[in-house]
């Protein structure tokens, strides 16, 4: 049984606007102190939660998806070996690189930087930012769960009409 | 897991593709990708073998469009059908908020889709997934081969949650739409149910017990391709009744069929459990190995998007 998956299920992951301005502002000093081109904050199932910087044409949600598998990917290998989590992944590009930090047990920050700084500042910026949003994480699994606002009360109604808009066949 | 982010105003969903080696999991991904309305879907991207095989997933985002105020988006995933990848498969079923499961209709294939669905519910108890509450929807595909089992066949062998059917010809198109709609509208309806303050999670009318078997005749048994799903799961009546797509009103022929197939994996469970630290060994070999392939595939997809 994976015990955190049941845990998150029940608390349902919910981002509020005060939560990710929180967010946001540990991003955007990471990024000036690291240097970096952008900072993606992805959760485990490969949603975005917020970014940084400069993200161009980088198709966010691919993107997304493919650091979630990765890291999925390396955590059954952690696990094989006997290591909880590898914490830092590393990808090496020619011009650009991309570094994914865990961050708590359920969001990955994906750092993109190029030759204008140096793998050691982002890692080093990297562990600081990772701590603040863990703190911010904790506060955030802590409220209770019917606070902050909700879906309208006729989502439910509106889903059914986009859905027959979307899937004509 | 649903994820509602207030922020950005979106919702975001997480949809799995399930079933045996090419039952026509990632055709199905492939046609959603041709037929949606221009800007509504992403970049397709797969992660496959050089002989096309899927290894670790094939991934579509879907924007479904405003709801109520929130851009609502669908992330599909096809698993890897392949007994041989379980590893990569079980990774990419968590977190997922309804899974499609894609069965293969010709003839001969039953064993296949029955180890498949045996292996799904596996890793449903590894993440403590409630396959009753966890929207599913089956689709019977490959509907316009010659050789292929009956849809009462089909369904008293797979269909042992009371889930939604679908017969498709996924190559053609057909059948391909209704299904995602019909799955699209479950998960929303139970992310409405539970932040109407409802219950969390919501049961399937009780499934017939084996022997039991409920004549869905009578008019009663027959849900039409373009009845709304959304409500499929909370509104559908205490009969406990086959719920069909498409198709003739059928007997049901009962709930779980225990197979030869079943207690094979029974025994590959046990193996599991008891393994030695020397097929620890080869199991680190092998996901080494599958791990490596992802890898390079990953990094090369991943600097590709990055503009590499």
């Known amino acids: 049984m994976v015990s955190d998956s049941d845990h998150l299920r029940e608390k349902r992951v919910v981002f509020y606007k005060e939560d990710v301005e929180k967010i946001n502002e ?18 485990k199932e490969g949603h975005m939660v917020t970014k940084a910087g400069k993200t161009g044409a980088i198709d966010l949600q691919s993107v997304s998806a493919l650091v979630a598998g990765s890291y999925a990917a390396t955590r059954e290998m952690a696990r094989l070996l006997g290591e909880d989590e590898f914490s830092v992944l590393f990808h090496q590009g020619r011009k650009d690189s991309i570094q994914l930090t865990l961050v708590g047990d359920r969001t990955i920050l994906a750092t993109v930087f190029d030759e204008r700084t140096t793998i050691g500042m982002v890692r080093l910026y990297a562990k600081e930012a990772s701590e603040k949003l863990e703190e911010i994480f904790r506060a955030i699994l802590e409220r209770p769960p019917q606070e902050g606002e909700d879906l309208d009360k006729n989502f439910g109604e509106d889903a059914k009409g986009a859905l027959d808009f979307f899937f004509v066949d | ?27 199905n991904l492939e046609v959603v990708h041709q037929k949606a309305p221009k800007g509504s879907v992403g970049d397709l991207t797969s992660i496959a073998t050089e002989g096309d095989r899927t290894l670790f997933f094939d991934f579509l985002p879907l924007n479904l469009g405003q709801v109520a105020g929130m851009k609502t988006k669908f992330q599909i995933y096809t698993v890897p059908g392949q007994v041989y990848y379980n590893s990569t498969r079980k990774l990419v079923l968590q977190g997922a908020d309804g899974v499609v499961f894609v069965a293969d209709s010709k003839k001969g ?3 296949e889709n029955l180890e498949s669905l045996e292996n799904l519910m596996e890793n449903f108890r590894e993440y403590g997934m409630d396959p009753e509450t966890t929207p599913i929807v089956l689709q019977y595909n490959k509907r316009d081969l010659p050789e292929i089992y009956t849809i009462e066949e089909m369904d008293a062998e797979l269909n042992r949650w009371n889930c939604l059917t679908f017969e498709a ?6 059948g391909v739409f209704p299904t995602l709609k019909a799955l699209a509208g479950q998960v929303l309806e139970s992310l409405n149910r539970q932040h109407s ?21 009578g008019g009663g048994g027959q849900q039409s391709a373009q009845a709304s799903p959304a ?22 022929q009962g709930g779980v069929r225990v197979s030869a197939k079943n207690q094979s994996i029974s025994v590959a469970k046990n193996k599991k459990k008891n393994r030695s630290k020397g097929m620890l060994w080869v199991m680190l070999g092998f996901v080494a190995l599958a791990g490596a392939g992802a890898y390079l595939h990953f990094s090369g997809k991943l600097a590709a998007l990055l503009g590499q």
Do not use: H, W
């Open chain 1, 26 to 43: 540990v991003l955007i000093e990471f990024l000036k102190l690291s240097d970096s081109k952008c900072n993606i904050l992805i959760d």
């Open chain 2, 1 to 27: 897991m649903v994820q509602i982010n207030f922020s950005l105003k979106e919702v975001n969903c997480k949809v799995v593709y399930y079933g045996p080696g090419l039952s026509g999991k990632t055709t």
């Open chain 2, 109 to 111: 294939k039953m064993p």
């Open chain 2, 169 to 174: 010809v996924a190559r053609d198109g057909n």
């Open chain 2, 197 to 217: 303050g409802g219950s969390v999670a919501q049961r399937r009318p009780a499934a017939v017990a084996v022997g039991a078997g409920v004549a869905a005749g």
């Open chain 2, 231 to 252: 409500v499929s799961v909370g509104q559908a009546t205490g009969r406990a009744q086959p719920m069909r797509a498409t198709g003739q009103a059928v007997p049901m």
